[in-house]
């Protein structure tokens, strides 16, 4: 048996190495792209605001159910944004921010599925926009906003229009404030 010296791998140079700058330059792209996905959600929620459905009013121009989002970055006033158009109500008109929930057992649910579904419960949140049209007459909007958006939503109203926010009850204020 012969035995044959052979270089430590360190004390090669690194021309040898064909393979090791690309596995470099692989890892350098992973990285950037881990970089931009981790910053795709801050991109997404740059606007002030949150989705909303419109489920009643006095506007005659939104049919009930109408899905958008309520966008409270602008500085004079508030949008509503859906399909069928945007609805600006301007901060300085707004009168009435109201906030309530309406809490229900999932009965049907706890019927079909388990009837563990009895202990939970199922909170929607309403906010209810009271303002003067440019006719000067009292319009109102009531808007069901989602439950990751109600916060956000009521701070920045408050914020712009100056009034205080009228919760309906104390479990409607300890969701509204935490």
Known sequence: MQFVERPLPWSIPAENFTG????FTHMKLLVLFCLWIAGIPHLA???????????????????????GRIITS?????????????????YEKINLL?????VDRRYAMAVIVSPM???????QHF?????????????AMILRIHKKDVR???????????????????EARKAGKG
Not at 20 to 23: D, E, G, M, V
Not at 74 to 90: A, E, K, Q
């Open 20 to 23: 090791f700058p690309r596995l």
């Open 45 to 67: 929620g740059a606007d002030a605001g949150g989705r909303a459905e419109y489920v009643g009013g006095t506007l005659a121009s939104l049919d009930g159910n109408c899905s």
């Open 74 to 90: 602008d500085s004079l006033s508030m949008i509503f944004d859906t399909r069928d158009g945007p609805v600006r109500v301007p």
């Open 98 to 102: 109201e906030y309530g929930q309406k």
């Open 117 to 123: 579904l009895l202990l939970s419960k199922k909170r």
């Open 127 to 139: 906010l209810t926009v009271g303002y003067q049209d440019d006719d000067g007459h009292q319009q």
């Open 152 to 170: 956000a939503v009521l701070v920045s109203l408050e914020a712009r229009t100056g009034l205080k926010i009228q919760f309906q009850d104390d």
